[in-house]
């Protein structure tokens, strides 16, 4: 029951955090400089012609009646319709979206699969070798800058190995994994830098600690010690610094999208944002917001199911 | 009536073109590069070269450009006459042509397309067509278009890409109550006499072209084109990526090779570097309202403004910002724009000149401007520190300021801004819409400068209703030659359209005006 209530009251939360988030985005688009006919229209755009799309646009209406029209294309879930490219937002949204998400999710797996059992490694072996070179690798991992990364990795291992495509989506669901899985790295690697390092000063906490030290005057396996005792509670601090790592994630999308020419949704976002496409950067933000939400949630979760004293 | 007979001269023409090429193959999906996506398929309703350039896969004029951007050549209609008086243009329409869903062209068609077209109502483009009064078939397979006064543009204008012929049944019967909602209908699923059609589009990624079976024209072989099967449009943003595609065998082009990696790619032996005439000119905007921000303007100064023109050295620009690829320019209009005049680079660099004009004008101490870029625009930075250490020499302390380009757009229509870098490109090969926006004050203020001249104003409105070609050219020579003694731009130089092809591909060109052709490119076994 504790976690069923638990759950009811963030996503009650979730309300006015989203409220927020509809009447700042609206707001923020609109103080940018420029307007969508003459992003669209470009340089060349007569007086009358601004005029006359910004009036079907319905951007010559008072701020208000703007506000009721976007608040009510909210509700309805459509998102309105996108300047630029003339489809409804939600449909935009709707494909776009989920290949951010996969790529996010993909990036997450390969930063945990690689941050875990080298945070044990660097762990356990605190201060020698294998922990220097460990700390070294991922030190250079943080320190590059994602673009210059992503083509390193399509240099080598999309155009000379041809392990892997050389950008683009792919057709089919396994050939978009295929070509999602340098993007993937690309975002990993930086990530795994940070959670190794956490993960890693959090095992040498615990490892030390005396129920660890009871544990192991009892007799029980290391290997069991290690996954009960130090994994599940040097893990605790982790998650919280994974969850929020999500929205940086997401962030590094639009850089890496670019470079791997992934029709995602962080491109659209800088397309968008570029053409002064209203609905669709107040559509995405949205929806991003309710997806970094939800992942907050779900972190929340797993560290109440971690250290049910979250909870409380 | 002098009627020009050109279906005979033409076919003579592609023939005799055709016999020296080696032979055709047939087959094969090429895929292209593209640096971003079409936004809306719509020949009358879209506003962005992304669209423009594609567009005329799809959709045909009645005429069309020539290769070179300079001349016409038939396209729906083998051909056409305009009256002596200029204000009557007649057509006669291809026979048997027929969209890509098989129905048959009707003159009914073409009528309603060029009425959408010139509507005021519809689209930013509808000034290419403002001459028109009334278009009706006057016997079957004949266009008559009456016009409210003599155009000397109207031929190059039924060359733009807005007066398309689509299909009226179909694009009427399209969900939606207005012009614009059946547009966006019709547009999902464009239907034209192109050699292509869309066969599928996943929005940031790419876009399907198959052949269109119906096409009405014969390749060299004498069987219908288009040779390939098929035109895949990939989306690659970034460039280094684009050319790594290219170079790993993944796509047969990409289209805007950054100026840096040309000769690299000129160097590759499985690589055809292709530089295309093109009509891009890039200047430096300057306003020349006589107070900005409530101070005296110093650039309003024509002094002030040749001394930069002699101490921009555009030899120096080329060589660092185009590593070679440009030609300084000859005018502000490119040199293969109809009616260009000039030789010879414009302001040939000399300090001493301009340190001589500093001291002569208003402002012999120097100034502090400024200019507006685009955040992370390689070419803008380039030119703009290039020119921030060039004016030093003459005092002159520029500030850059990076902006995006919607911010830009809006200082540069508000006339707030000191100075910007500046493109062009035409839309149809004809002087006039160059002109009309650098230079005729009533369009946009010449480029949002203030700059007004009353000799060019009434020579420009003049041209646009100048039937006799040799006064013509006169009155585009003497507004040149103003222009660009006086006018609010420092002209930089003219580039060509840089796109890299897979050695197997053949027949492809991007003409001056930026389309794209793909009609008779064909790939080799």
Redesign the interface.
Known sequence: MHLASFIARRLLQLIPTLLFILIMVFALVRLLPGDPASAMLGDRALDADVARINKELGLDQPIVVQFVVFAKSVATGALGNSITLKVPVAELIATRLPITIVLTLMAALIAVLLAVPLAFVAATRRGRMADSAVRGAFQVGLSMPVFYLGLILLTVFGAQLRWFPVGGYGDGFLDHLHHLFLPALTLALSLSAVLMRNLRAAIIEVIDAEYVQFARAKGLPPGLILLRHVLRNALISTVALFGLSIGTLLSGAVITETVFAIPGAGRLMIDSIYARDYPVVQGLTIALAVLVSLTFLLTDLVQAWLDPRVAR | MKFLSIAAFTSALILGGHSAVSAQERGGVMTYGRY?DC??LDPVLN??NVDIWILTNIYETLINPTDDGLGLEPGLATEWALSDAGDVVTLKLREGVKFSDGTAMTDDDVVWSLNRAKSPDNG?WNFMLASVDTVTATAPGTIELKLKYPDPTILSALSVFNSAIMPKATFEASAGATD?EKA?EF?KKPIGTGPFMLDSW????SMKLLKNPNYWDNGADGQPLPYLDGLTF?????D???I??L??G?IDGAEFIPFARVAELKADANIKMELFPGTRVWDIIINVRPELGGNPNPLSDEKVRQAMNYAANKEALVQVVTFGVGTPLSSFMSTTTPMHSGDGPLFPYDLEKAKALMAESGFPDGFKTSILTIAGNQDDLGITTALQQMWAAIGIELEIKQ?????R?????AGTFDMRT?GWTNDIADASQITS?FAYSP??DALHSGWKNAEVDELFEASQKEMDVAKRTAQFARIQEIFNVSGPTIALYETPYPVALGSKVNGFVQIPLGNNIFRETWLAK
């Not at chain 2, 902006?403 to 911010?407: E, F, G, R």
């Open positions: 971003t936004l809306f506003d962005a930013i614009a966006q547009a996943d929005r940031g990624a990939e989306i690659i943003p970034d280094a990526t684009r790594l595609k170079q790993s993944d902006v995006d380009n919607a911010s757009t809006e200082q540069y229509r500046g926006y369009t946009i």
